[in-house]
């Protein structure tokens, strides 16, 4: 594959989403060739593109846990569990307990929002150790059967969490939530009170109190969604590095990848166990 | 790499994931580890309890084995003084009927003497009379010497 394109084309090719937005004639893929010079046809959609690889994959991997969560959960015993119980209870389990450790108050939910989020984005991380040609050789050579496009033009980025549209939706959700809590527990002038009242407490400090505080409020979503952005991204970056360098990748590839194993659970633990810890912090009333 | 309706989109799947893991996948799973917790801890409990049970009733087992044992031991005890007694009763009862008989034997024996007497004497009396009679067939009067044949008879 690398023989006709350039490196750095190859590099950007895996970087590159599949889009979809709607034209005048129609919902319309974009191509390669579009996509890179000004007539782009999804140029004028502006905000309204779709990235329907990210969309397909994280919606397919959200649906494969549901589903298989609630399989189990349909014929759950209190008896003696079955090894798939026991497994999947093994993970709610370990969701509880660190729910129950850092979250103090009372509220259903927090527990189904962690797992939700741990099994959800581990999922999502756990694509990211196929192989990095596998799926888009194989998009590409089903869409050229298909409909005769050329295969360097169909674009498929397998890891949704390399998309910061996904991380970005995730800790808007969890973002979303905080504010809702802490109206919720406080009132609104609770929580305005707390952002003008801390850490400096006195009237005279409101306004730098404000900025201070509406920062600190801001910089978690924001925080969330780069953290797990950022390391799934330079992940994936180097697999495709590696993946460049013909022979060589070989005794490369496979320790990254060990390496990456523990990279992608411990990115969903830390998003998981920081939700917990802002929603409890936006549960706590001074 | 840019922001676009991916994350509306994403946004949306996100809050529909997390609304059907609240709502059909974390209570069942949660409500059958907290069942299975609290089966295990009640059987736990009832083994302590069980345990205490047992123990409980082995004490009374064996302290029931030392009644019984020495309930044995009185009922032997008294059966044994009953024999004896028994025994002694029959004895004593024994020896008075004995005495009893014997003594009515002697009483019998008395009278039958007393009669044998009686009668011996009166044909002793008959026999002296006839002898004299005879010595004295002449002209003796019975009736003058009869005081000498009472006197006889008397000496007898």
Known sequence: ?286 | MNINATLLGQLIAFIVFVWFCMKYVWPPLLAAIEDRQKKIADGLEASVRAEKDLELAQEKATEQLKDAKAQAAEIIEQAKKRANQLVEDETQKGQAEREKIIAQGYTEIEAERNRAKEELRAQVAALAVAGAEQILQREIDANAQNDIVEKLVAEL
């Open chain 1, 1 to 286: 594959m690398a023989s006709e394109i350039t490196t750095q084309e190859y590099i950007l090719h895996h970087l590159t989403n599949a889009t979809m937005c709607s034209t005048d004639d129609g919902l319309k893929f974009s191509h390669g060739e579009e996509l890179h010079n000004a007539s782009n046809i999804c140029a004028e959609a502006g905000f309204w593109v779709w990235n329907i690889d990210t969309m397909a994959w994280s919606i397919g991997l959200g649906i494969l846990f549901l589903w298989f969560f609630r399989k189990v959960a349909k014929s759950a015993t209190s008896g003696v569990p079955t090894k798939t119980q026991a497994f999947v209870e093994i993970l709610v389990d370990f969701v509880n307990n660190n729910v129950r450790d850092s979250f103090h108050g009372k509220n259903n939910l927090i527990a189904p929002l962690a797992l939700t989020i741990f099994v959800w984005v581990f999922l999502m991380n756990l694509m990211d150790l196929v192989p990095v040609d596998f799926l888009p050789t194989a998009a590409g050579q089903i869409a050229h059967a298909a409909t005769g496009v050329d295969p360097h033009n169909v674009y498929m980025k397998v890891v949704p969490t390399t998309d910061i549209n996904l991380t970005l939706a995730l800790a808007l959700g969890v973002f979303i939530l905080i504010i809702f809590y802490s109206i919720k527990i406080k009132g609104v002038g609770g929580f305005l009170k707390e952002l003008t009242f801390q850490p400096f407490n006195h009237w005279a400090f409101i306004p730098v109190n404000f900025i201070l505080e509406t920062v600190t409020l801001l910089a978690r979503p924001f925080s969330l969604a780069l953290r797990l952005f950022g390391n799934l991204y330079a992940g994936e970056l180097i697999f495709i590095l590696i993946a460049t360098l013909g022979v060589w990748q070989l005794p490369l590839h496979f320790p990254w990848a060990v390496f990456h194993i523990l990279v992608i659970v411990l990115q969903a633990f830390i998003f998981m166990m920081l939700t917990i810890v802002y929603l409890s912090l936006a549960h706590e009333d001074h």
